[in-house]
Nanobody, 124 residues
């Protein structure tokens, strides 16, 4: 599975962006997908995840209520809708995929497939 994240950019605080994670490979629909981010000088952190069917979503407390993850398996794409963006959301965002059970969805070590990141910059 190859992943490509896109949709990053510069946005003012309070604004919105939608990131996409496009995948190649017929097994993508059987994989959970996680979104992670890494700000300069900080560790990579979990943002959110979605089960293979799309029926379950998981979010970090810092983004709950502001970010929404969805997927379209027919298009091999997962989306991260980010609303009410804050300057502290500034980071490189990565998507990852693998056969991850729900209890491990927030752990980056569980994912074997990673896309190149896309930079999100939120200005104050």
């Amino acid at each position: 599975v190859q992943l490509q994240a896109s949709g990053g950019g510069l946005v003012q605080a309070g604004g919105s962006l939608r990131l996409s994670c496009a995948a190649s490979g017929r097994t993508f629909s059987t994989y959970a997908v996680g979104w992670f981010r890494q700000a300069p000088g900080k560790e990579r952190e979990f943002v959110g995840g979605i089960s293979s069917s799309g029926g379950s979503q998981y979010y970090a407390d810092s983004v709950k209520g502001r970010f929404t993850i969805s997927r379209d398996n027919a298009k091999n794409t997962v989306y991260l809708q980010m609303n009410s963006l804050k300057p502290e959301d500034t980071a490189v965002y990565y998507c990852a995929a693998d056969d991850v059970t729900s209890i491990y969805v927030a752990f980056s070590t569980g994912y074997g497939y990673w896309g190149k990141g896309t930079l999100v910059t939120v200005s104050s």
